[in-house]
């Protein structure tokens, strides 16, 4: 049974920086995409960062326009985890945060793509 589980959030002013992670077990996901998402209250789950294999020790990275230059997505694969470090936070990053894994290796920002997620993390920035 695959199982995703992410651990990290929590309440933070903005500026500050949390570190999100996400342990996967039931499988290996080192050659699929792995991501994360954000839900805001009211909102739709909406795309933050993924990681592909593109061959080799290499990965790509993907971010939305809303976490470039602010957060950054890895993967340790022996860990069979991710993470999402994340810096200057503001209050509109407010949001539960989900990590997500697909099972076919084409990446996708599109959350309906992903065959796995975890239960998600609460992270508050206040002002």
């Known amino acids: 049974q695959v199982q995703l589980v992410e651990s990290g959030g929590g309440l933070v002013q903005t500026g500050g920086s949390l570190r999100l992670s996400c342990a996967a077990s039931g499988r290996t996901f080192s050659r699929y995409p792995m991501g994360w998402f954000r839900q805001a209250p009211g909102k739709e789950r909406e795309f933050v960062a993924a990681?592909?294999?593109?061959?080799?020790?290499?990965?790509?990275?993907y971010y939305a326009d809303s976490a470039r230059g602010r957060f950054t997505i890895s993967r340790d694969n022996a860990k069979n985890t991710v993470y999402l470090q994340m810096n200057s936070l503001k209050p509109e990053d407010t949001a539960v945060y989900y990590c997500?894994?697909?099972?076919?290796?084409?990446?996708?920002?599109?959350?309906?793509?992903?065959?796995?997620w975890g239960q998600g993390t609460q992270v508050t920035v206040s002002s």
């Open positions: 990681t592909s294999w593109s061959g080799g020790r290499t990965y790509d990275l």
């Open positions: 997500a894994a697909k099972m076919s290796v084409t990446l996708s920002r599109a959350a309906r793509e992903y065959d796995y």
